[in-house]
């Protein structure tokens, strides 16, 4: 008795889903008053206080406003290939 293999290729499904928000380096001029352009290297927003506190929204590192840190969004990938074979008799 022969069988006959079908193969299919399939291409993925791919959904990009928003999961978080983080804050990364501060982008603001200090030295704005002056006239000059000088930043002060902060590399991460960390918040001062708690969620849902004033302090939450302050940078412990710069002292600035989360505002000035560059905004990155973290981005959950996921694949959906379904099925890629079938046998038939």
């Not at 993925?12 to 978080?20: A, D, G, H, L």
């Not at 004033?54 to 981005?75: D, E, M, N, P, T």
């Amino acid at each position: 008795m022969k069988r006959l293999l079908i193969m299919r290729s399939c291409e993925p499904i791919v959904r990009f889903t928003c999961c978080s928000v983080r804050y990364g380096e501060c982008r603001r001029n200090h030295a704005a008053s002056t006239g000059g352009y000088a930043i002060d290297g902060c590399r991460e927003f960390i918040a001062e206080g708690e969620e849902s506190t004033s302090g939450a929204l302050k940078c412990a590192a710069c002292g600035c406003h989360r505002s000035f840190h560059r905004r990155v969004q973290v981005y959950e990938v996921a694949w959906d290939y379904g099925s890629n074979t079938s046998s038939t008799e």
